[in-house]
């Protein structure tokens, strides 16, 4: 393994890597315990626990192995079941049920998501109104506090929010590591710009309507989070549209394709953050010299984002979420984190250890508090 | 009104892309300056929106007199929405493979005063599924005015996707708005297979 991170630029040691950690351990200790830890209750500090030290332990083995992707994915999956579990688990202990009603609508008690970012801004500009029946301060998962995360987020990170923010990711993510082997091999690279179809087309329906379109009609994850109360033929039909895109998007295909599909054929908001993947100062580099073109990094790209002709031309696309799959693959070392101004081949290390420090972080922050919360439900569900 | 403008702009999106290419030499042959393209552009816009209002008109009278039973009417527009926007979807899929345009006839007309007159009449009479789906939709219309104004909003959909004609030639990356183009007009297809299954699912459960 020495050999081949010296390959790699990365000679890294067990106590450098553990060096590396620290900032991260401070961090995620002040968030996690916010400055003041309570021992008092046993299961709440198990999960504390359990949250602290698992994340951390992922954070030292990506600078231990070298390797990015397989660590990266293990919190990120966890974090969507993490979601789910305690967004479902809060419904039934409120609702006693995953739908919600007109009389939840009306008091503005939906949970926002980020994916309503995309069709909330033509009504914003135009009509200065927010479409979402969400609070907009307070309460959880506020309108105000996603819209900010997910903004700081997609300029640090660009499309990188798709493979380290996105509580949503993980489903599909997980199931596209059910198989070893494709089944589906070709798929015609048109398909990368559905999410712009979609995003175009949710967008004036919802500026046209004053309804989030995406949410009431199209979002897969509602088959994981909450839905409309099924009184009648439309949300009827709208929650079957729900689970046959969540079957179809996020497990089937997936599974056979071994890629992202949900997050490559569909969401509007990747969109949005392949866009700003163009002023992100963090990207994937291609270094020709050592590029022996045998497209094992377009091979295992989850999300389209690497073509043979990028390859040729020495440019990841505008769609990578830098998820580090491609860079783990490489045996050449060809591919790898850098930095926009930087020339590919030059400051790997440290353009890796810098991206992985702000992307960690982020995922790391963001997820800590559900995975406590699921770990408690879970605490209290068995014992 | 908001689902036909939907329509027209999600279908006009590819119909410019592929066919706009077509239009546009004829609308700019012989022209002398940007104020003659504006104007060949005005005379083909209000030409269609002059033809939408015959269809609308005539259609809409059709219903009327052929779909007066409910029963039926759920039935017939329930099973149309399905099947043109079946072809919807397979004509955007099969524009992806041929740039084939009605447009192409214009190569027959020689007096280029009339050019745009008949380019507003062949391109708001190409059979194209959208088109098939605005009949649907406006035959089952209660009054004539509705029927208008869903040709209206159908045509105002679509019309914005003219108006940067005398700029084709400066737009960049075409390749991709066309393929955008053409998947918003197969998802415009599934929103109307959608709304079709709806309306029989409604007409089984109602009677």
């Not at chain 1, 926002?112 to 029946?133: D, G, W």
């Not at chain 2, 599924?129 to 105002?156: G, N």
Request: charged share 15%.
């Amino acid at each position: 393994m020495d050999s081949t991170l010296k390959k790699a630029g990365m000679n890294k040691s067990f106590g450098k890597s553990l060096l590396y950690t620290l900032p991260m351990l401070l961090i995620t200790f002040m968030f996690i315990s916010g400055g003041k830890p309570d021992f008092s209750d046993l299961s709440s500090t198990l999960a504390m626990l359990i949250t602290f030290f698992g994340v951390n332990i992922l954070y030292f083995l990506m600078h231990y192995t070298g390797k990015t992707d397989k660590f990266r994915a293990i919190l990120f999956i966890v974090f969507a079941l993490s979601l789910s579990f305690t967004l479902i688990s809060n419904m039934m202990e409120m609702r006693n049920s995953m739908s919600f009603s007109q009389a939840d609508i009306l008091e503005c008690k939906i949970p926002f998501c980020h994916l309503v970012i995309p069709m909330m801004i033509l009504p914003a500009a135009f009509t200065k109104s927010i479409i979402f029946p969400g609070s907009i301060i307070g309460g959880f998962a506020n309108i105000a506090s996603m819209v900010v995360l997910w903004l700081v987020a997609t300029l640090v990170l660009g499309r990188g929010f798709c493979s380290w923010g996105c509580f949503y990711g993980g489903w599909d993510d997980g199931f596209s590591r059910f198989r070893k082997k494709k089944v589906i091999k070709r798929i015609s690279e048109s398909w990368r710009w559905m999410p712009f179809a979609v995003l175009f087309m949710v967008s004036i329906t919802a500026a046209l309507a004053l309804v989030p379109t995406y949410c009431d009609w199209i979002c897969p994850f509602k088959a994981v989070t909450e839905f409309e109360q099924v009184t009648n033929v439309e949300s009827a039909t709208k929650a079957g549209v729900f689970l046959s895109l969540f079957g179809g998007l996020v497990i089937v295909l997936p599974i056979l394709t071994r890629r992202r599909t949900q997050c490559s054929f569909l969401c509007p908001l990747g969109a949005i953050n392949s866009v700003s993947n163009t002023i992100t100062p963090f990207t994937i580099k291609i270094d020709k010299t050592n590029c022996s073109e045998c497209m094992k990094c377009v091979e295992v790209c989850p999300l389209f984002a690497l073509t043979s002709e990028d390859i040729k031309n020495g440019k990841v696309s505008t769609f990578c979420s830098k998820c580090g799959k491609c860079v783990d693959a490489c045996s050449k070392h060809a591919i790898h984190f850098g930095i926009k101004g930087v020339p590919s081949g030059t400051m790997k290390n440290f353009s890796r250890n810098l991206f992985l420090f702000v992307s960690f972080l982020f995922i790391a922050v963001f997820s800590s508090g559900t995975i406590i919360n699921s770990l408690q439900s879970l605490f209290k569900l068995i014992f | 009104m908001a689902e036909s403008f939907i329509l027209g702009l999600s279908s006009g999106s590819a119909c410019l892309v592929t066919c706009g290419m077509v239009m546009f030499p004829y609308l700019m042959a012989g022209s002398a300056g940007v104020k003659k393209i504006v104007s060949d552009v005005g005379v083909f816009l209000l030409t269609r929106l002059l033809v939408y209002f015959a269809i609308a008109t005539l259609i809409w009278y059709f219903g009327q007199k052929f779909l007066s039973s409910q029963v039926i009417r759920t039935w017939v527009s329930g099973i149309l929405y399905i099947v043109f926007a079946v072809m919807l979807i397979w004509y955007s899929l099969r524009r992806n493979q041929s740039k084939e345009c009605p447009a192409g006839i214009l190569a027959s007309v020689e007096n280029a005063r009339i050019i745009p007159v008949v380019l507003g009449v062949v391109n708001s009479l190409g059979l194209c599924p959208a088109l098939l789906i605005m009949l649907t939709k406006s035959s089952t219309e209660d009054t004539l005015v509705k029927s208008w104004l869903a040709f209206l909003s159908f045509f105002a959909g679509s019309s914005l996707w003219f108006f940067p004609l005398p700029l084709a030639g400066r737009i960049r990356k075409k390749e991709i708005i066309r393929t955008v183009g053409i998947l918003a007009t197969g998802l415009a297809g599934i929103i109307f297979i959608i709304k079709g299954l709806t309306i029989l699912i409604g007409g089984i459960i109602n009677g």
